[in-house]
């Protein structure tokens, strides 16, 4: 299984990216590292003793999305490429909003860009991401 991890290099992500090697899993990471480094990637790696895929991009580019989504047979995503400060998320409220909402929208419907999604994604879109947008519109 090949799991795509939205914000890998981050603490939570690096974490996670390192549960998911060491339970024989295989890993994409999608990180801008804005707030993180690639050294945890690279300890994350040597911890584990198997390699994971890279891809420094930005979770709004959808051309860096569908490149993945060729690239790979993404079984699932775990998505943790979120702002998260809250005084800085006051100050700068369309920031957050385009990085946490529109990114999230820009990753879920893989399925309608026609990448190649497996179909238990696309049962945990429509029944958990796609009813829970309703509540933002």
Same mark, same amino acid.
């Given at each position: 299984?090949?799991?795509? $991890?939205?914000?890998?290099?981050?603490?939570?992500? =690096?974490?996670?990216?390192?549960?998911?090697? @060491?339970?024989?899993?295989? $890993? $994409?990471?999608?990180?801008?590292? =804005?707030?993180? =480094?690639?050294? =945890?990637?690279?300890?994350?790696?040597?911890?584990?003793?198997?390699?994971? $895929?890279?891809?420094?991009?930005?979770?709004?580019?959808?051309?860096?999305? @569908? @490149?993945?989504?060729?690239?790979?047979?993404?079984?699932?995503?775990?998505?943790?490429?979120?702002?998260?400060?809250?005084?800085?998320?006051?100050?700068?409220?369309?920031?957050?909003?385009?990085?946490?909402?529109?990114?999230?929208?820009?990753?879920?419907?893989?399925?309608?860009?026609?990448?190649?999604?497996?179909?238990?994604? @696309?049962?945990?879109?429509?029944?958990?991401?796609?009813?829970?947008?309703?509540?933002?519109?």
């Amino acid at each position: 299984m090949t799991v795509l $991890v939205t914000g890998g290099a981050g603490f939570i992500g =690096s974490h996670t990216c390192l549960a998911l090697l @060491q339970a024989g899993q295989d $890993v $994409v990471v999608l990180d801008n590292l =804005s707030t993180s =480094s690639d050294e =945890s990637l690279r300890r994350v790696q040597a911890l584990a003793g198997k390699p994971l $895929v890279f891809v420094q991009g930005d979770i709004r580019d959808t051309h860096t999305l @569908q @490149q993945i989504f060729a690239s790979h047979r993404i079984s699932a995503v775990v998505h943790f490429a979120g702002l998260k400060a809250v005084g800085e998320s006051v100050e700068m409220p369309l920031h957050y909003y385009s990085n946490n909402v529109a990114g999230t929208i820009a990753l879920v419907p893989g399925d309608a860009a026609g990448r190649r999604v497996h179909p238990g994604i @696309q049962f945990l879109l429509h029944r958990v991401w796609r009813p829970a947008a309703r509540a933002y519109c």
